[in-house]
Structures are given as C-alpha cells and as structure tokens.
C-alpha cells in the first residue's frame, strides 16, 4: 500500500537516511534532494540504492528548488538539509545563514508557489535554547541561541510559523533535541567518543582529545526522532513539538560508558583541548517532551547507556573490518 510521496532535503544525513528508511516501509515512494559536489557522498544511503530517486537542487538556488518540487509533486517535504555542525557555523556564519535560514524560506516559497497543500516540515534544534531561560524547555520556552547555527535556526522556525500563518500552509517545526546514532558525523562529540574508543581499543590511535566535558545534553536514538518527523505532518492541524527524552547527561557520562565497555580507562587516553572549546558554550540542554507524549503518543525508548553501547560496538564493527584487527588480537590493547 502506497502512502504517498515525499521529498527529503539533506537525504545523504543521520536523519535523511533513517526517515528515508522508515517512509520505504511504510509504503511511501521517496525523493531525496542532493547538492551537485566533486567529493559526493552516499555512505548513509547506499543500501538504498534503486529504492529512491535523488536529484539535485540547493538550497542557496530558488529556481533549482521550484524545478525540483514542481517535477516530484511531494505530500509531504520534510527539510533536513542544513550547515548543522555548530563549530563550523563560527567559522563560516553568513555561509551558515544562507543554508540554515534562508534556505528555509526557499523552500517554504517553493512548496507555497507549485502546491499549497504539501505538507512542509522544517528541523528545528535545541540549538535555538542555548543559553537556556529556563529548565527544562517545551514549547514555550524562550529562544537563546549562543551560536550562528542557532542563530540561524531560529530564523528557520520563525519562517515557518510565520508561512503557516501567513499562507495557511500545512508547515510545522520539530524542535529536536540531540539525538545519535552510529550514522552520526564524525565530526559530532558522540560519534568521536564511540570512533576514538573502538580505534583505541583495537590499537589504531593513542590518545582522544576532547572539549567541554560537563556539557550536558539530552541524548536520544535518531530511528525514534524521524518517526515524530512523520507523526508530526501527519497529524489533523499543523502543531510545533519538542522531542527529547527528557533525561540529560553529560560528555563525561559518555565518555565514561564508552570506555567502559571495552574495559579501558578514560584517565589513560583523554586529553582535553582548548581547541574544542566553543566561543560560547551552551551549558545545558534538557528537553520537557510532554506535550508530544499527550498529542502524538510519541515517547523515546532507548535508554542513553543502550545508544552509547549500540554506537561503540558499531564502531567496532566497522574499525574491525577496515583495518583487519580484532578486539584482543596482535597490536589490539
């Protein structure tokens, strides 16, 4: 049974991957929008190969955009595309405005101008609370961002609020907290934690250099988080929601059960580096999702040492087979 068809930006992502994955199974026929790059990568979606259509477009191109959803005619258009990784945005921060914001508002005027009716969902962050005014935060929570990503995100929410009641379109944000998975960036803290664990396990590095420690975040498992994407375009009227778990831990916690589960030590390979220090931190990030557990019946179900456990041995997997090594084998600590 088909369920319609949709449109992914940012498909090649953790979350494009995984609501790919989820809306195959439910029957859906997938579009997945891709930048035209000389170093392309489809790692996350090459399982999926001859299941959805990809095509190019940018976000920074209007007219590339309205060919685009003009020719795949979506239900539903579910925007993940994004600069989304904080460091960068201080580094390239109008570049960052330009994707993560602006970017926003040309595909909401694409979707307005070829058909009124598609279903719009745009990826909001927790980024947007950053220094937080309260805790925990819902929906009503004032925004604070402490980075240009933030910054540029919350532009990204108010456009879409301001195009829902504006045009009366079907457009709706989820303010997703941090959510992981083994196809999480290199890049991002979680992901260097369980990567530099399973390569210091197997004996490939000798050390992991890491920032802020006692950030603390509320960690989630990606799979659940694309399900509330869905939920939330398919609901009666278009309704902002936060998703979390409503537990927060910190860097440290991480560290801690990663390393664990390889029986190591943090103390004998960690070392901390200025140079991961953001300009300005964001301290604490807690989400309220009650209002998602009452009106979506959507709640989280992996517990946070269960996401570092599936993430480390994913990792190990994976190191295993590139290098040739075995945990407790020659040269493996």
Sequence with gaps: MSSGRALITGVTGQDGSYLAEFLLEKGYEVHGMVRRSSTESFERIGHLTGRITLHQADLLD?????????????????NLAAQSFVPTSWVQPALTGEFTGLGVT???DAARMVDPQIRFYQASSSEMFGKVQATPQNESTPFYPRSPYGAAK????????????????????????????????????????????????????????????DARRDWGYAPEYVEAMWMMLNQEQPIDFVIGTGEHHTAQEFVDIAFAQ????????????PAFMRPAEVDTLLADPTKAREQLGWSSRTPFAELVRIMVEADLEAQEASSGRRRGGPGAR
């Design 62 to 78: 209007l007219s590339s955009l309205l060919s685009l959803v003009r020719e795949v005619r979506p239900r539903e258009l579910y």
């Design 106 to 108: 040309r595909l909401l």
């Design 154 to 213: 919350v532009y990204g929410h108010h456009i879409t609020v301001n195009y829902r009641e504006s045009f009366d379109l079907f457009a709706v944000s989820g303010i997703l907290f941090n959510h992981e998975s083994p196809r999480r960036g290199r890049e991002f803290v979680t992901r260097k934690i369980s990567e530099g664990v399973a390569r210091l396990k197997l004996g490939l590095q000798d050390e992991l250099r890491m920032g802020n420690l």
């Design 262 to 273: 390889v029986g190591l030590d943090p103390a004998d390979f960690v070392e901390m580096d």
